[in-house]
């Protein structure tokens, strides 16, 4: 059985543990979803699909990180690569790691990479957009 008296879910309600698909497992998944949804609020980023669909966003978010340079990073071309290697981001993986300090806050990161690399707007939100999707993904 599954205990769910902290959401306030009557003792005994529970997911046979079968591993078989059931009619009651469904159904009481389904209201222990709809149940657990209506009593906490979930934030996720919210992310601007038009910038999402080119081949270096794909490309990024498909891989593990690993070495990656700078301007592998989807909004990222060569000038604005320079700039930010020259502030000491040199890898994508520095970038994720700012993108983190700031919790994934947009207009905090967006701040940040303009601050560090003159980006426009249109090129901050690529470059955010693909660091949400891949750490949706990859964490």
């Not at 701040?111 to 249109?122: C, D, H």
Request: a neutral charge; one cysteine or more.
């Amino acid at each position: 059985k599954l205990d769910l008296s902290h959401l306030g879910v009557r003792h005994g309600v529970g997911i046979p543990d079968t591993g078989e698909p059931t009619s009651h497992t469904t159904a009481t998944t389904v209201a222990i979803t709809t149940l657990a949804l209506a009593t906490r609020t979930v934030t996720t980023p919210t992310i601007n699909m038009a910038s999402t669909n080119t081949k270096k966003h794909m490309t990024f978010v498909s891989e593990p990180m690993g070495e990656k340079k700078v301007i592998d990073l989807p909004g990222i071309g060569e000038a604005y690569g320079k700039t930010l290697t020259r502030h000491g981001f040199a890898k994508a993986n520095q970038v994720l790691a700012e993108f983190l300090r700031v919790d994934k806050d947009e207009e905090e990161f967006k701040e940040w990479l303009v601050s560090k690399s003159g980006a426009t707007p249109n090129n901050c939100t690529a470059c955010y957009n693909a660091l949400v999707e891949w750490c949706e993904r990859n964490l």
